[in-house]
């Protein structure tokens, strides 16, 4: 709550508006049975015409001022909570934006972003009704019970029992509809999950022929939601005319007891009726916020998941050290000293006792298989992790007393998921260095062997990509990214399987145009060809977690048996 | 963020309104149709029993207590009571009901779209964001749900309610009628006024707000690369102007759309007023009752909901015809042609050879991708297809089961021309293994099963022990009934391709398309995966694509491809010899 008042404490002003708004609208409606009472008993009964003009100006006097404050308010509403919603989601991006790479991780972006456009539009929404809704049922029950308790104390006793049964009724068909809602919701998911799984592999259910398989998985999908569906929204749809009835029954009561009174003498007519407009208004108001409240609890769960990004601080941040020192990383040497590392929340280390020293200058290839942990230890070097046990060095310093940022600066990393952004050519590119002369640009792009499919496009690097570079093949895509990377003009260059999806003639053109413009630049190439492996200076080669060899490629395959097979595997048999 | 983008499009009107709603109205069937009049009974005696209830106030008051008849009074209430319990009870139905046929029509033409969906070419898939016909099953779906559960009842029992009430103002007094319809222009033209100016700003305001998300969305998924670049400030500016320009949208869009309520409440209150300033004068003078004034008051207060709400109702039917326009344009898309009618069926007995003819063929009309191939596989035989990314080697692999149909040429299967050939069958004779290797939410079991659906437990077990993928499911929790979300996400690379192996191997077909089949799966699960696959293609056609050239060099024959045609054929013997492009290939990676 506290995370939420400090947006809201600076609409404070608006926020105490908006009730006394409220108030003076819902007094004024609350104000016309009462005349009208008046015009019944005091004008038509004794046919005075004098109180009906007079009590009717006073009438039409409120209702414009209900209309004026009406608009007053929805205008105020309006404006703060849309002011909440981008405040909200303004401070919920700058949070994720300031998150390393342990928190995304432990959010996943997905939800990240479900959190950042659905969740902060309800929670926009439901301030905004709030403002409008919440405040006004509440006040509009009161008033009109202060005037029921005016006219006829004995008769507002049909009200002590309406309204509990009317609450029952709510809290019945909602716990009655809740699992159902949930129900309802799985299997929608698992709908949409046959239609991804169908669109993803149409080619497969061609191929295999299941048109008519998929479709009866569908249909049989699709009933299940239907029913579930079905009993669910036939529990809700009862609320509104079981209310309606009790409202009704409210009415009848009214009139019987009160009809009596009249003939009794001590009740008029007019105020009967009146008693019956404010019996309406009073079990209206309880009806709205019973569906203010549902709502209610369908944003506590937005909420939660907003607060829980809120509240969660960066893992990674500036070391005292760091601030204090303003280290910049000069020669690029690397050095591992007994770093043990577990992601967040893991069981098992993914890398332990790793100790090596790389000199300025050397390109390593990182080796391994699937899940050796090449990944996580190239990730210890610029600090998008940081180490369980033991030192990261660069330079002889601890990573954790450079700052942040000149890592990132001084570290050029392509990761194994690229992404390029929507923007030309040229400005994703930038991102490596925004102040790179076109021809710097090129450059890069030349060593990275995407110049020349770039001027293949009819506007060169002035080519619009689509979201996630989709209108470059996977290898293009590659090749920008390390092109991107190049322009940082790194001291330490990590290139995580970045060309997986380039061809080798032209994985090796890139190979030369680095060792040609990175000399003097420490590379760490994680890597499953063969070729690339064999023209690192050295190789390190990782078997679940540990170093299982280090040093020149040709020293290794006598050593180490598990580089020898690698090797092996992808040398001619016949 | 297709899905967010689609929403404009949906806020558009829909082209051929009727036309399409009625097409909707096809998707009831015959008993639904029938439930449909029995709803609509009960709407209209749920209408007319709210209407009647809210008249015999007048009576009540006239007859019974004003002149001080007591047992009339309880009479009478007793009679209202009925009056109410059956307006309960019919809207019960009617709610019921409409709720039943819309839900299952949504159904059936939900079911429908899919069926539809699965028979188009994959032409359709290629060209289309998977996102946008996401969104068909789900927006559009729902709001034709709304629709049909909804809407469209409300909107025919609000204009009821307008004409019943109407009806029973005038039994009551003309003139005070006419008072109260002169309200009547003066609600429509505010609502119209304001749902005109909301949807103006709503639509710029989800302009912006797609515009906002999708970069949102960008920044997000790619967060990490945005760290690693530094770019979290420039990022975070960009993020601003996009989330103040949505504001400013926003502010006004909200304001419209939260204006209608109160306003519509303050004017309902005016019309309160007007009613009760003449109905006292009408009273004096013209000799209305005073029963006759209570119910007219009721009756006032009841008249602005109906046009207050048919606005939205109109917004939200149009939206749901628009959405329903958007669902029908796939159901319409062009299917898969149909066989010849003389079409033939490859039978168990195919032989598997494979002829291509001078085949040309590309994806967009003027772009040739396939320049004029040639080749025969005879049975049995491996032919491995190498080049560069773009060189045309996956469109051979498309271009066998039909998924794209050649422009030219003779693609000749047995001695069969395809185009001869019953496509279900033609398609039955390969089993593909694809790079990105995709699982369905099911057991593991049933995932390879998805080869051939009439096999056995055994038959199951037995593939993936000939594919080498035996000995890891059995390591799993589960066994074979390990159930696999998210794609197999609770396996590695490696495990889903050999599920996918698994599954190609229980179809058991006379030929095998590979492509690109270990290309994600590092060294040492490949030797692994290579054994499956080795195993596999005994005695089967196999066409191969493969990155690496260990791969391949044991093909009878590999063709090499640049663009769109074979520039070298042989075996890895003869082309080393023949000293060109491939036996640079193979220099380069093994030197």
């Known amino acids: 709550m506290r995370q939420y008042w400090q947006i809201l404490k600076k609409y404070r002003w608006s926020l105490l508006a908006s009730p006394l708004l409220i108030a003076i609208a819902v007094f004024c409606e609350t104000m016309m049975p009462m005349y009208m009472s008046r015009i019944v008993d005091d004008g038509v009964m004794p046919r005075d015409l004098s109180v009906i003009t007079a009590t009717g100006l006073q009438m039409l006097l409120f209702a414009v001022i209900q209309l004026a404050t009406s608009v007053a308010n929805a205008y105020i509403s309006a404006r703060t909570s849309t002011r909440f919603g981008t405040d909200l989601r303004a401070r919920l991006f700058d949070r994720i934006e300031s998150f390393a790479f342990p928190d995304i991780d432990k959010f996943s972006s997905e939800s990240l972003l479900t959190r950042l456009t659905g969740d902060v539009t309800r929670m926009q929404q439901t301030v905004f009704m709030s403002m409008r809704i919440m405040l006004r049922a509440p006040m509009l029950f009161l008033m009109a019970l202060v005037f029921i308790l005016m006219i006829d104390s004995k008769l507002a006793l049909v009200l002590a029992a309406a309204i509990p049964l009317m609450v029952i009724i709510v809290w019945v068909i909602l716990r009655k509809g809740l699992p159902y809602f949930l129900k309802v919701q799985r299997r929608i998911d698992r709908l949409n999950g046959v239609v991804r799984e169908n669109l993803l592999n149409i080619r497969l259910v061609k191929s295999f022929v299941r048109e008519d398989f998929e479709s009866q998985k569908f249909k049989r999908t699709s009933r299940d939601l239907q029913e579930t569906s079905i009993r669910a929204a036939n529990i809700v749809v009862s609320l509104a005319p079981l209310m309606g009835f009790i409202l009704n029954v409210s009415v009848v009561a009214v009139l019987w007891f009160g009809g009596g009174r009249v003939m009794e003498g001590t009740l008029s007519v007019g105020q009967l009726i009146s008693f019956l407009n404010y019996l309406m208004q009073t079990l209206m108001a309880v009806m709205m916020f019973s569906m203010v409240v549902m709502n209610f609890a369908r944003a506590s769960a937005s909420s939660e998941r907003i607060l829980e990004v809120l509240t969660t601080d960066p893992s990674l941040v500036d070391t005292p050290q760091a601030l204090a020192n303003d280290y910049s990383v000069t020669r690029g040497e690397v050095e591992f000293r007994g770093v043990d590392f577990r992601y967040g929340g893991g069981e098992n280390d993914v890398l332990s006792e790793i100790s090596f020293k790389v000199r300025q200058g050397e390109t390593i290839a990182v080796v391994g298989a699937t899940g050796s942990g090449k990944t996580s230890l190239i990730g210890l070097i610029p600090r998008l992790y940081d180490v369980t046990a033991g030192e990261v060095m660069i330079d002889g310093r601890d990573v954790r007393d450079y700052r942040l940022g000149e890592l990132r600066l001084s570290i050029g990393v392509v990761l194994q998921k690229n992404e390029l952004f929507s923007g030309t050519i040229l400005e994703n590119l930038r991102w490596g260095n925004p102040k790179a002369t076109l021809e710097e640009v090129e450059d890069a792009a030349r060593t990275a062997q995407a110049h020349d499919f770039v001027m293949s496009f009819e506007k060169g690097y002035d080519t619009v990509l689509g979201r996630g ?19 940082r003009k790194p001291r330490i260059l990590i290139l995580d399987d970045s060309t997986s999806a380039v061809d080798s003639t032209t994985e090796l053109k890139i190979r030369l145009g680095l060792r040609r413009v990175l000399a003097g630049t420490t590379v760490f190439i994680i890597t499953q060809r063969i070729h690339t492996m064999q023209s690192a200076d050295r190789v390190l080669v990782l078997e679940d977690g540990r170093i299982d060899g280090f040093d020149v490629p040709a020293e290794l395959l006598k050593t180490s048996k598990v580089y020898k097979e690698i090797y092996d595997s992808q040398q001619f048999k016949g | 963020m297709a899905n967010r983008n689609q929403h404009l499009s949906q806020s558009g009107k829909p082209k051929h309104g009727r036309r399409t709603l009625v097409r909707l109205f096809s998707y009831l069937d015959r008993r639904d ?56 009870v019919a809207d019960l139905f009617q709610y019921r009901l409409f709720n039943g046929i819309g ?29 946008d016909l996401m969104s068909r099953y789900t927006n559009d779906m729902d709001r034709i749900s709304d629709a049909l559960t909804d809407s469209l009842s409300n909107m025919v029992s609000g204009v009821l309610t307008l004409i019943g009430i109407t009806v029973m103002m005038f039994i009551i007094s003309p003139l005070l009628t006419l008072v109260s319809l002169v309200m009547i222009p003066v609600m429509t033209f505010t609502a119209g006024w304001i749902v005109r100016r909301s949807r103006k700003y709503f639509t710029a305001q989800q302009a912006s707000l797609g515009d906002l998300d999708g970069y949102t969305e960008e920044m997000i998924s790619g967060a990490k690369v945005v760290k690693v670049f530094n770019h979290e400030e420039a990022t975070g500016k960009i993020f601003d102007v996009k989330n103040r320009l949505l504001n400013d949208k926003s502010e006004q869009a909200q304001f419209y759309s939260g204006l209608m309520m109160p306003t519509m409440q303050s004017l309902n209150t005016l019309n309160y007023v007007l009613v009760t300033i003449v109905g006292g004068v009408l009273a004096i003078f013209k000799g209305l009752d005073v029963g006759g004034l209570a119910a007219f008051l009721q009756y006032s207060r009841q008249f602005g909901r109906p046009i207050n709400d048919m606005a939205t109702l109109y917004n939200s039917i149009q939206a749901a015809i628009a959405g329903a326009e958007r669902i029908f344009d796939v159901i319409d898309e062009v299917p898969e042609p149909a066989d010849l009618p003389d079409a033939v069926e490859l039978d168990a007995g195919t032989q598997g050879e494979i002829v291509l003819n001078n085949v040309v063929f590309g994806y967009v009309k003027g772009h040739v991708v396939i320049d004029g191939i040639s080749f025969r596989a005879a049975p049995d035989h491996k032919i491995a297809l190498v080049g560069t990314t773009g060189a045309g080697k996956t469109t051979i692999l498309s271009l066998l089961p039909r998924f794209y149909d050649i422009w030219s040429g003779e693609m000749v299967i047995d001695g069969q021309p395809v185009c001869n050939v019953r496509r279900d069958s033609l398609r039955r004779s390969m089993a593909i293994v694809l790079q990105d290797t995709h699982l369905f939410t099911d057991t593991v079991r049933e995932n390879i099963r998805f080869g051939r659906l009439d096999a056995t437990d055994a038959e199951v077990e037995a593939a993936a022990c000939l594919t080498a993928a035996h000995s890891f499911i ?60 080795d195993k596999l293609m005994e005695g089967r056609t196999s066409l191969i694509i493969a990155h690496r050239l260990s791969t391949v060099m044991h093909a009878d024959t590999i063709l090499v491809l640049e663009n769109g045609r074979i520039i070298e054929r042989g075996n890895h013997g003869q082309l080393l010899a023949q000293n060109g492009k491939y036996a640079a290939m193979y220099q380069e990676q093994f030197e």
């Open chain 2, 33 to 88: 149709r029938r439930l449909t009049v029995i709803a609509a009974i009960f709407l209209v005696v749920s209408i007319g029993t709210g209407t009647a209830g809210s008249y015999m106030i007048r009576p009540i008051i006239n007859n019974h207590v004003i002149p001080g008849d007591w047992n009339g009074l309880i009479g009478i209430l007793a009679v209202l009571l009925g009056i109410y319990l059956l307006d309960c």
């Open chain 1, 469 to 487: 570079g989709v209108n470059v093949s996977g290898g293009q895509k590659q090749r920008l990214c390390i092109a991107r990377a190049l322009l």
């Open chain 2, 103 to 131: 839900l299952r029509t949504v159904a059936r033409l939900r079911e429908e779209l899919f069926r539809r969906m699965d028979r188009l070419p994959v032409t359709y898939f290629d060209t289309r964001q998977a996102g």
């Open chain 2, 474 to 533: 059995k390591r799993l929790p589960r066994g074979y009934d390990t159930l696999l979300e998210n794609d197999g996400a609770n396996l590695s690379a490696g495990q889903r391709q050999l599920l996918n192996i698994a599954r190609a191997a229980v179809a058991d077909p006379p030929i095998l398309l590979l492509d690109e089949a270990t290309s994600n799966i590092d060294t040492r699960s490949e030797v692994l995966i290579q054994k499956g696959l």
